[in-house]
C-alpha cells in the first residue's frame, strides 16, 4: 500500500506544527472559538483538511515550500537538497523543540526566503518575514558546504538572469499576448506549435547545412575520371558530365526561381547538385597512378613472359594493381565521404523529428493520464479552468462568456445525448444509419474525384511540358481503378490540351528530337549531341514569347493549383455534410478533421505515385545496366583469369574489403571502371597480340556482346518523358507544391477574406455578414500547417533545403495566420481547450509524419538512383550506400549488428518485452483497483467525519445548553436558597437546629428533574472542544486517512463518552 | 526608466526580486503598469492605495468575471482597495513562474465567495453564472445539474462542498487550469 506509506510520510512533515497543539489554534482563532461556541455548526470549518494555507502558513512554512518544490518540475534539481534540509529540521524539531529555530545556517535561511514568496499573504508580511530570517542568528556554513551552498546561489542567479534574457529573446512575445487576450489559450496553442515548427525546421536545416551543405562549399571537390565515350557512352561519369552541361548553361530568369528549374536546378538547393565523389580522394589521379602502374607492369610481363602467357599476364596484372591500390588508400586517411553523410545526415534527420514529436505527444498524454480516465474531472475543468484570465478585450470576453454557456450546455446535453441515443426508436436507427452510409459514400466519391482529377491534371501539365511523355507506359496501366478511368479519359483531355498549345509543343519537341536521334544512333557523339541540343533548348527557350512562357507556367503549376483549390473547397463540403449525420459534437470535429486529413493525404498520394510511374520504366533500364555491366565484369574476369581460377577469385573479395577507395566509390562504378580499364586495356596494348587470345575467349565475347545493345540505351529514359535527374525532379515538385501552398495561403488571406472581413464590418445587411463573418477554425489552420510540414518532410531528401525554406515560409505564415486571426476572423462560438487542441496538433502531426516517412523510407531502399546526378549516382540504391559503409566496419562489430537480426536474439527479446508489458498492465490493473479501493475508503471515512461532527455539534450544543439550565438552575437554587434562607431564617426564628440538611446540592434534583442527558466528563471540556477533530474514533487503519493527519497526539483523549464513539464506528 | 529607478531605492526592488516571481525589470515594468491606472497618484506616491475601480480598469481585470473577486483576495486592507505592492502580489500569483500550489491557493480564495474556507453550493453558483455572465438562459436546473455533477466528481468527503484539499486535488489533475490562471505583465 504506497498511498498509505505516502500519507503517512506527509503526515510526518507536518507534524512541525502539530507539536504546536491546542494553544496555537487558541493563537489564531481566538475569534472563531468564540464563534464555535455560538454556532456549533460551524465547527467543520475548523478541520485542518478545511483550512486554506493562508491561515497556518506561518507554521506549516517548510513543508509547504517542499510541497511546492516537490509541485514545479522546474526545481527539481534542488528538490532532494530541500528535502534533506527539511527532514533534518524535523528531526530537530523532534529532538530539540526549542532549539531548532536558532539552529538553521545560512543555507536555509536562504531557502526559506526563497520560499516565502509563495506564500498567500501581503507584501508587507513577507517583507516582516524575511527581515525577521534576516536578522534571526544563524550558523555560518563552513568548508565545503559553504563552496556548495555559494555555488546553488549563483547557479540561481544565472538562470534567473537567464530566464529573463529568455524572455527577451522570445520570438512573438507580444504577439501572443495579443492573440491570447483576444483568442484564448486554445489559440495561442496553435501559433506556439508554429512556432515549435519554425524551430524544428530550421534546427534540422542547421544539421543538414552543417553536414551536407557546408562540406560542398569548403571542400575543394575532386575532379571524377572523364567520360570515356568511347567505351562506354553512359557510364556514370558520362552522364554527370551531359547533366552538368544541361545546369550550367542555365540562365537567370525569375520564372526559374519559382519553379525550381533552370539554374535554380544547378544550385545546391536540389538533390542532382550533390557530388558523388568523396572529399581528400581523387579518382582522377588514383586513374593516372593506376594507368601508369598498369602500363609499368604490362610492359613488364610482356618482356618477361612473351607473348604466349598474355592471359595470364592479365591475371597477375589485376594481382598487381592491388597493392598499388592498397598503398595508395593508405597515403589518404582523412577523408569525406559525402554520399555516406548524405544518407546518415537524412535518416538523423527524420529520427530528430520523430523524438521531437513522440516527446511532445508524450507530455500531452501524460496530461491525459494525470486527467484521469478521460473524462474525469471534466465539470471541473470547466468550471474552474474554463476562463482565460490573460482575455483583455471587452468583445472576445463576451464571446467567450457565450463559448462557455455552450460548453456547458452541451456537456450537459451529452448526458442527455447518451440517454436519449439509447432511446431512439428503430425507425429512426434506421433511416439514421442509411443516412450516414450514403453520406460516408458520397464523401468516398468525392475523394476518389479529387484523386482523380489530380492525375488528369498531372498527366496533362506533363504532356504539355514533355512532348515525349507517354501515358501509357505499362506499369501505370497495371493498377486500380482509378488508373483504369483515367484511361477512358485520357484520350479526350490530352487531344484538348495538346492541340490549345501546340505551338508550345512543337518549340519543345524541335529542340529535343535532335538529342534523341543524336543519343539514338551512336554512342561517341551521344553525350556531345546530348549537351549540343541542351544547348540549343536555351536560346528556344528565349524565343518564346511571354505569352509560351506563361502558358507554360501554367501547366507546370496546373496540378498544384488544382491540390490547393482542392484543399480549399472541398472540406467545406463535408462540414456540410456532416451536419445530416447527426453526430455528438466532439465526434463532429473529429471526423471532419479525419477527413480533411485524407483529403489531403490522398492527393499526396496521387502525386507520389505519378513521380513513382514517370521514375520506374527508367529503374528498369538502369537495373538492366548495372546487371549488364556487372555480368561483364564477371565474365571479363574469368575470362582473363582461366589458369589461376582461385587466385581471381580471391582477389576480388580481398579488393572490395581492403581497398576503402573502391568501396567508397559505388560498387557498380568501381565494376564499370575495372571492366572499362581492362577493356581498354585489351584493345590498346594488346591489340597485336589479339588474334590468338581471341581464339581462347570464343565462349565468353560472344555473351557479352549482345549486352552491349543494353548498355548503349541512354541514361535516362527519354522516351517516357522521365527526366533526366529524377530526383531533382521530384525535388522541384514539392518545392513548386510548398511554394504554390504558401502563396495560396497569402493571397486567400490577403486578397479574398480580408476584403470579405471588411465587407462584413462595415456593412449591415445580413448578406454581407453571412458572406463576410469567418470564425477562426483551428482545426483548419491546424490542418494548414500540417500538411506544408508533410510536404516538407517529404521533400527533404531531394531538396535538402526544403526545412530552411519551411522554417522561413511558417515564420511568415506566423504572421499570415496571425492576420488571419487578429483582422479577418472573430472567436470562435466553440471552446477551444489548451490541452485539448496540442494534443490534437500533435497526433496529427505524428499521423501525418508516419505517412510521408512510408514513400521517403520505400524512395531511399528501393527506386534506383538516376545516373547523372546526386551523390548516389550509378548504385543500385541509396541504401547500398550505408549497406557499403557498414561492411566496412570491424567485423566484431558487424557481428554483433547481425547478432541483433538473428532469431537467437529476437525471440528471448520479444519474450522478456512481453513479460514486462504483461507486468505493467498487471501494475495497472491493480494501481486502478487500489483507487477504486481508496476512493471508497474515502467516502467512507467523510462520512464517518460527518457523522462525529454532527454528533460533536449536538454534544456541544447540549452542553451549552445543560450550561445555560445549570446558570439558570444555580441562579434558581441562589434565587432558592435566599428563598430558603428567608424561609430558615424565619423558621430559624420559629425552629432553631438542622440548618445544615438543608443545603441539598443541586445536581441531586437536577437528575431528578432532568431527562437523561449525557454529561461531560469534564468541566473543562469546552476549551478541549476547540480542538480540530476530538471526536475522531481511533481505528487500525488511521495512518491512511488524511483526516486524521493532523490530529494532535500530544493531547488528551477527546472527551467523547464510549458510548458515542462506539456508536459511531459501529454506524460505518 | 530613470525616473522610475528614483522611486524605488536598491533595497526595496531586491526585497520585491526575492519575494514575488519576477525579476527587477519586471518589478519596474510591473510599476509603469501601476502607474499608468492613475498616474497622478502613483506619480506622488510610488505605493499609492488605488480605489477597486480604478484597479479594475487594469484590461485583463476588466474583462474577467471574477475582476472584483480577485481585487478582493489580493487587498491588504480586505476591502478591495490595491496598493503596489498588493499588485506585485497578484502579478505575481499570475505570472508564469508561478507554481500551480501558489496559483491553486488564489484561485480558491477567488472562487470563495462567502468566505468561510470551502467552495459551497452556492460559491459555485455564483462561479458558474459568473463564467455565463448571467444573461444567458442557462436555467436554474442546468446550474443544479451542473453543481451536482461537479460535486460528483470532486466532492471526495461528500459533505457537498470543495475543501481546499479537494480544490488542490482537482487543480493537480487540471491541465488547463496552469494555463488559463495567467496574465501576461
Known amino acids: 500500500m504506497s498511498g498509505g506509506k505516502d500519507r503517512r510520510s506527509r503526515a510526518s512533515k507536518t507534524q512541525g506544527w502539530e507539536e504546536a497543539g491546542g494553544e496555537f489554534y487558541q493563537e489564531s482563532y481566538p475569534a472563531d ?16 483538511s478545511k483550512q486554506t494555507r493562508n491561515a497556518t502558513t506561518r507554521r506549516v512554512r517548510p513543508a509547504q515550500g517542499q510541497d511546492t518544490k516537490g509541485g514545479t518540475r522546474r526545481r527539481a534539481s534542488f528538490s532532494t537538497v530541500a528535502r534533506r534540509g527539511s527532514q533534518y529540521h524535523e528531526m530537530q524539531v523532534a529532538t530539540l523543540p526549542d532549539l531548532s529555530e536558532n539552529l538553521i545556517n545560512e543555507e536555509r535561511t536562504w531557502e526559506e526566503i526563497r520560499e516565502i514568496k509563495s506564500m498567500p499573504v501581503p507584501m508587507a508580511q513577507k517583507r516582516e518575514m524575511k527581515a525577521q530570517l534576516q536578522n534571526a542568528t544563524k550558523l555560518r556554513l563552513q568548508g565545503f558546504e559553504q563552496i556548495k551552498w555559494r555555488r546553488r546561489k549563483a547557479w540561481q542567479s544565472f538562470r534567473s538572469k537567464w530566464g529573463e534574457y529568455q524572455t527577451k529573446l522570445e520570438l512573438w512575445r507580444m504577439s501572443l499576448k495579443t492573440i491570447e487576450g483576444n483568442f484564448g489559450t486554445g489559440v495561442v496553442a496553435y501559433f506556439l506549435f508554429l512556432r515549435w515548427l519554425v524551430f524544428l525546421n530550421l534546427l534540422l536545416f542547421l544539421l543538414i547545412f552543417a553536414f551536407v551543405v557546408l562540406p560542398h562549399l569548403v571542400l575543394r571537390e575532386p575532379s571524377d575520371l572523364p567520360c570515356d565515350l568511347v567505351t562506354d557512352p553512359t557510364s556514370v561519369q ?31 538547393l536540389f538533390y542532382g547538385m550533390y557530388t558523388n565523389q568523396i572529399y581528400g580522394y581523387s579518382p582522377m589521379e588514383d586513374r593516372a597512378y593506376q594507368t601508369a602502374r598498369h602500363l609499368r607492369a604490362m610492359a613488364a610481363a610482356a618482356a618477361a613472359n612473351g607473348s604466349s602467357g598474355s592471359v595470364i599476364d592479365v591475371g597477375g596484372l589485376l594481382e598487381e594493381r592491388l597493392p598499388e591500390v592498397d598503398h595508395q588508400e593508405r597515403q589518404t586517411i582523412l577523408y569525406y565521404d559525402l554520399p555516406l553523410v548524405y544518407v546518415i545526415i537524412i535518416a538523423i534527420y527524420y529520427i530528430i523529428t520523430l523524438v521531437a514529436i513522440m516527446r511532445a505527444v508524450v507530455r500531452q498524454f501524460k496530461d491525459r493520464i494525470a486527467e484521469g480516465e478521460g473524462l474525469f474531472y471534466q465539470y471541473c475543468n470547466l468550471v474552474f479552468g474554463g476562463w482565460d484570465f490573460c482575455i483583455h478585450n471587452q468583445k472576445s470576453a463576451d464571446i467567450k462568456h457565450k463559448a462557455l454557456y455552450n460548453e456547458i450546455k452541451s456537456l450537459l446535453y451529452q448526458k442527455r445525448f447518451e440517454h436519449e441515443r439509447n432511446n431512439r426508436s428503430r425507425e429512426f436507427m434506421l433511416k439514421l444509419i442509411a443516412i450516414r452510409m450514403l453520406i460516408n459514400l458520397v464523401v468516398f466519391v468525392i475523394l476518389l474525384l479529387a484523386a482523380i482529377t489530380i492525375y488528369v491534371l498531372f498527366n496533362v501539365s506533363l504532356a504539355e511540358l514533355e512532348p515525349n511523355f507517354t501515358p501509357s507506359h505499362p506499369v501505370s496501366f497495371g493498377e486500380g481503378l482509378a488508373n483504369r478511368t483515367l484511361y477512358m479519359n485520357w484520350p479526350s483531355s490530352w487531344s484538348v490540351f495538346s492541340s490549345a498549345s501546340q505551338r508550345g509543343a512543337v518549340t519543345f519537341a524541335s529542340t529535343i528530337t535532335p538529342l534523341l536521334s543524336s543519343l539514338g544512333d551512336d554512342g561517341l557523339t551521344g553525350a556531345a549531341g546530348a549537351a549540343g541540343a541542351f544547348n540549343a533548348t536555351d536560346p528556344a527557350m528565349d524565343r518564346l514569347t511571354l505569352e509560351e512562357k506563361l502558358r507554360v507556367l501554367f501547366y507546370e503549376f496546373l496540378p498544384y493549383l488544382a491540390i490547393v483549390c482542392m484543399n480549399l473547397v472541398v472540406p467545406q463540403l463535408f462540414s456540410y455534410l456532416v451536419k445530416y449525420e447527426k453526430y455528438s459534437p466532439l465526434f463532429v470535429i473529429k471526423i471532419s478533421l479525419f477527413r480533411t486529413v485524407f483529403l489531403r493525404l490522398s492527393s499526396l498520394a496521387v502525386l507520389l505515385s505519378r513521380f513513382y510511374f514517370l521514375i520506374t520504366p527508367m529503374n528498369v533500364t538502369q537495373k538492366l545496366l548495372l546487371n549488364a555491366s556487372s555480368e561483364q565484369a564477371a565474365e571479363q574476369v574469368t575470362t582473363s583469369t582461366i589458369a589461376p581460377t582461385t587466385t581471381t577469385t580471391t582477389t576480388i573479395p580481398s579488393t572490395t574489403t581492403t581497398t576503402a577507395s573502391f568501396m567508397t566509390e559505388t560498387n557498380a562504378s568501381f565494376v564499370a571502371d575495372l571492366t572499362a580499364t581492362t577493356l581498354s586495356v ?4 594488346l591489340l597485336e597480340q589479339q588474334q590468338q587470345q581471341q581464339q581462347q575467349l570464343p565462349a565468353a565475347e560472344p555473351q557479352t556482346q549482345p549486352q552491349l545493345p543494353v548498355h548503349q540505351q541512354q541514361c535516362y529514359d527519354e522516351q ?23 502563396a495560396t495561403h497569402f493571397l486567400v488571406t490577403f486578397f479574398v477574406n480580408f476584403p470579405r472581413a471588411m465587407f462584413a464590418r462595415h456593412s449591415s445587411s445580413r448578406l454581407a455578414k453571412f458572406i463576410g463573418e469567418q470564425e477562426f477554425e483551428l482545426s483548419k489552420h491546424v490542418l494548414d500547417v500540417i500538411y506544408s510540414q508533410t510536404l516538407c518532410w517529404l521533400g527533404t531528401f531531394y531538396t535538402p533545403f526544403l526545412p530552411a525554406i519551411a522554417a522561413l515560409l511558417t515564420f511568415l505564415m506566423f504572421y499570415i495566420k496571425k492576420f488571419a486571426c487578429l483582422v479577418n476572423s472573430n472567436p470562435s462560438a466553440i471552446l477551444y481547450r489548451a490541452s485539448r487542441s496540442k494534443s490534437l496538433f500533435m497526433s496529427t502531426l505524428l499521423i501525418s509524419f508516419t505517412l510521408a516517412l512510408v514513400p521517403v523510407v520505400y524512395a531511399l531502399a528501393e527506386i534506383v538512383p538516376s545516373r547523372s546526378c546526386g551523390p548516389f549516382r550509378g548504385l543500385p540504391s541509396v541504401w547500398d550506400r550505408a549497406i557499403a559503409a557498414f561492411m566496412k566496419m570491424p567485423l566484431f562489430f558487424q557481428n554483433v549488428i547481425f547478432y541483433f537480426g538473428t532469431a537467437s ?3 528471448p527479446c520479444f519474450v522478456v518485452l512481453t513479460f514486462f508489458i504483461y507486468y505493467y498492465y498487471a501494475v495497472s490493473t491493480a494501481n486502478r483497483h487500489m483507487v477504486q479501493v481508496l476512493k471508497q475508503q474515502l467516502v467512507l471515512e467523510g462520512h464517518d467525519k460527518q457523522f462525529l ?28 436558597q435566599q428563598h430558603q434562607q428567608q424561609q430558615q431564617y424565619q423558621q430559624q426564628h420559629s425552629v432553631s437546629g438542622n440548618s445544615t440538611s438543608n443545603v441539598i446540592p443541586p445536581p441531586s434534583s437536577y437528575q431528578q428533574g432532568q431527562p437523561p442527558i449525557v454529561p461531560p466528563p469534564r468541566t473543562n471540556s469546552q476549551s478541549q472542544a476547540s480542538e480540530p477533530t476530538p471526536a475522531l474514533p481511533p481505528r487500525a487503519d488511521r495512518d491512511s486517512k488524511p483526516t486524521s493527519r493532523d490530529r494532535p497526539k500530544d493531547l488528551p483523549p477527546p472527551p467523547i463518552p464510549a458510548s458515542a464513539s462506539g456508536s459511531g464506528t459501529g454506524a460505518n | 526608466m530613470g525616473q522610475v529607478k528614483s522611486q524605488f531605492s536598491e533595497d526595496e526592488l531586491q526585497d520585491y526580486e526575492d519575494l514575488t516571481y519576477f525579476t527587477k525589470k519586471e518589478i519596474l515594468y510591473a510599476h509603469k503598469k501601476f502607474k499608468n491606472l492613475a498616474p497622478e497618484k502613483v506619480g506622488h506616491n510610488k505605493n499609492a492605495k488605488l480605489s477597486m475601480s480604478k484597479v479594475l480598469e487594469y484590461p485583463e481585470l476588466k474583462a474577467n468575471p471574477f475582476g ?27 505570472s508564469d513562474a508561478a507554481p500551480k500550489s501558489v496559483k491553486a491557493e488564489h484561485a480558491f480564495r477567488i472562487y470563495d465567495f462567502d468566505g468561510d474556507d470551502m467552495i459551497g453550493r452556492n460559491d459555485l453558483k455564483q462561479v458558474i453564472q459568473r463564467l455565463v455572465d448571467y444573461n444567458s438562459d442557462l436555467g436554474h436546473n442546468d446550474i443544479d445539474q451542473l453543481i451536482n455533477n461537479i460535486l460528483e466528481e470532486a466532492d471526495l468527503d461528500d459533505d457537498g462542498a470543495l475543501s481546499f484539499a479537494e480544490f488542490e486535488h482537482i487543480i493537480d489533475k487540471s491541465s488547463d487550469f496552469i494555463n488559463s490562471f495567467r496574465i501576461r505583465l
Not at chain 2, 472584483?68 to 476591502?79: A, E, G, L, P
Open chain 1, 238 to 268: 558520362c552522364c554527370s558530365e551531359g547533366y552538368d552541361n544541361v545546369t550550367r548553361t542555365a540562365q537567370f530568369s525569375v520564372l526559374d526561381l519559382i519553379q525550381g528549374t533552370g539554374f535554380m536546378e544547378g544550385t545546391l
Open chain 1, 949 to 976: 461532527l454532527s454528533r460533536l455539534s449536538l454534544f456541544i450544543k447540549q452542553q451549552q445548553e445543560y450550561q445555560k439550565r445549570m446558570m439558570r438552575q444555580a441562579a434558581e437554587q441562589q434565587h432558592q
Open chain 1, 720 to 742: 517516357n518523358g522521365a527526366p533526366q535527374c529524377w530526383e531533382t525532379f521530384v525535388g522541384q515538385q514539392f518545392y513548386k507544391l510548398f511554394i504554390v501552398d504558401f
Open chain 1, 682 to 685: 585489351l584493345s590498346k596494348v
Open chain 2, 68 to 94: 472584483d473577486r480577485i481585487c478582493k483576495v489580493f487587498s491588504s486592507s480586505n476591502d478591495g482597495d490595491i496598493t503596489f505592492e498588493d499588485f506585485l502580489d497578484m502579478m505575481s500569483v499570475f
Open chain 1, 905 to 907: 536474439f529476437a525471440i
Open chain 1, 33 to 48: 472559538l468564540e464563534g464555535m461556541q455560538r454556532d456549533p455548526s460551524k465547527i467543520a470549518t475548523l478541520l485542518p
